[in-house]
């Protein structure tokens, strides 16, 4: 079997690629197979990619399998640790990485959540900085990530404070590599929309574009549902336009994992079950992005050649999509001296209104915060004089199964007591910490751009004074 060549030095074209490959060890469905199959498929993609970056790879023994199968095209990997499960971060690269670190969220949902896990992975951003030539400008600085996920539509999703500081942490990552006058990519699961709050965060405030949304300006803004959609009064597209246009990557009726129950067991039955790409898709949106800066002072060398929705192909034998997203696949390529044709990738303005309205965002979450850790620090110390009237009730009790209830009762009370003391008082502390600073760089940045009318000084003062207060 003849491999790709692997990719030249200096190379005119950069072929870039996004997957969120639902690894999750224990309870992603046929997550080996899967993520092996992946594996070949990148390896087989053409154009050759010259840089692929994962997220939800979990499992160390899936980043090996994926690794095996690349190396001959993708020579050099990070597979980033971050948290108590991992990060489920991994940048594959074509060219040697000379530099890399995983950066950690400050705010990044609440252990309270076991449930959903984005506290437990220890997300952020997992960060390579790639010498693709010799010349001292060819630098390309690759940002992986995967912000935290809605459980919500905005603007009711109670992660929508978190998220968007993650954007706001991702844009200034993006922003500096870019001053530095390097080449930069910002790839990943975004968990947003098309000019959601956080994508007009990233693409106003780091000198970056949506490579999708330079192609297809007209792209949709979310699922037919929702209420930017309505309000350009759209029809409901099709599978393929979905993909071919829109660039859905997430809830398409093209993905098996979206299908009902009913037509998943049929898959597992080996049964053949094809979807129609007439088939209306109102559901599809896409979550996975691809941002893209040419660097400071260097706005005209590089351009947006093409983007594409892939990985598509279901497994061989399983019948299955290779995962829950699709992939999105970019092409950069030089321009020719001389050639202005390609502005496209100039960053947008920031809008004016943009920081400010972050503020009532951080407000409003960091006043439930501040109620939560007052009621979870009260039932700590009620949880404290329960356990004690209980082991007293004990001293007095004249039957054993008493005794026992009360202990029990003490027991489960003062545990379930010191786990809301510690919450309340640890986590809850360093997140409002954390929301503290993130007011602050916004403030900051306001009165940067000379927007400081936009802020009410009386309203601020007086709200960091009760905050203040409660240190």
Not at 178 to 194: I, Q, S, Y
Not at 275 to 299: C, H, W
Not at 360 to 388: E, N
Not at 432 to 457: H, T
Request: hydrophobic letters at 40%.
């Amino acid at each position: 079997m003849s491999h790709p060549t692997p990719p030249p030095v200096s190379p005119q074209k950069l072929h870039l690629l996004t997957l969120n490959c639902w690894g999750l060890k224990y309870i992603s469905t046929s997550r080996s197979a899967r993520l092996s199959r992946i594996g070949h498929e990148i390896a087989s993609t053409q154009p050759v990619p010259h840089i692929v970056a994962l997220q939800e790879c979990w499992a160390y023994a899936d980043y090996l399998s994926i690794r095996a199968s690349t190396r001959h095209i993708l020579s050099h990997a990070k597979f980033y640790h971050s948290g108590i499960f991992g990060s489920g971060l991994v940048i594959l690269s074509a060219f040697p990485i000379t530099a890399s670190t995983m950066y950690r969220y400050p705010l990044n949902g609440r252990p309270t959540a076991f449930y959903r896990g984005d506290w437990f992975v220890g997300k952020g951003v997992a960060c390579a900085t790639i010498r693709f030539g010799e010349g001292a400008e060819e630098v390309l600085e690759v940002f992986c990530t995967h912000l935290h996920a809605p459980y919500e539509k905005e603007p009711h999703d109670s992660y929508l404070c978190h998220r968007t500081a993650q954007a706001w942490e991702m844009a200034k990552l993006l922003r500096g590599a870019a001053e530095r006058g390097h080449l930069v990519v910002g790839l990943g699961d975004f968990n947003m929309v098309p000019l959601s709050l956080a994508h007009r965060l990233i693409e106003g405030f780091a000198p970056v574009r949506d490579v999708w949304r330079v192609l297809y300006p007209e792209s949709s803004l979310g699922a037919a549902g929702d209420q930017a959609e309505k309000a350009w009064g759209r029809s409901v597209p099709t599978a393929e336009e979905s993909v071919r246009k829109n660039g859905a990557t997430c809830d398409s009726v093209l993905n098996t994992w979206r299908w009902r129950k009913e037509d998943r067991k049929r898959l597992r039955k080996g049964e053949r079950v094809d979807v129609d790409g007439q088939t209306e898709d109102p559901s599809a949106k896409r979550l996975d992005y691809i941002f893209f800066s040419p660097g400071s002072g260097r706005e005209n060398e590089w351009f947006v050649e093409s983007s594409r929705v892939g990985m598509r192909a279901r497994h061989p034998t399983l019948g299955c999509s290779l995962s829950d997203h699709f992939s999105v696949e970019a092409t950069i390529v030089r321009v020719e001296f001389g050639d202005t044709n390609k502005a496209e990738t100039l960053p947008q303005a920031p809008d004016s209104a943009l920081l400010p309205s972050i503020l009532p965002l951080i407000h409003t979450y960091t006043a439930r915060q501040l109620l939560q850790r007052r009621i979870m620090l009260a039932h700590f110390l009620v949880s404290i004089f329960v356990s004690i009237g209980c082991l007293v009730g004990i001293w007095w009790s004249p039957h054993t199964y008493a005794a026992f209830v009360l202990a029990l009762t003490s027991t489960i009370n003062l545990s379930a007591g010191v786990i809301d003391g510690l919450i309340g008082g640890l986590f809850i502390g360093s997140e409002l910490r954390a929301l503290k600073e993130f007011e602050w760089e916004v403030r900051n940045a306001i009165e940067v751009k000379g927007n400081q009318e936009c802020v009410d000084a009386e309203v601020r003062d007086d709200f960091n004074d009760s905050v203040r207060d409660l240190f």
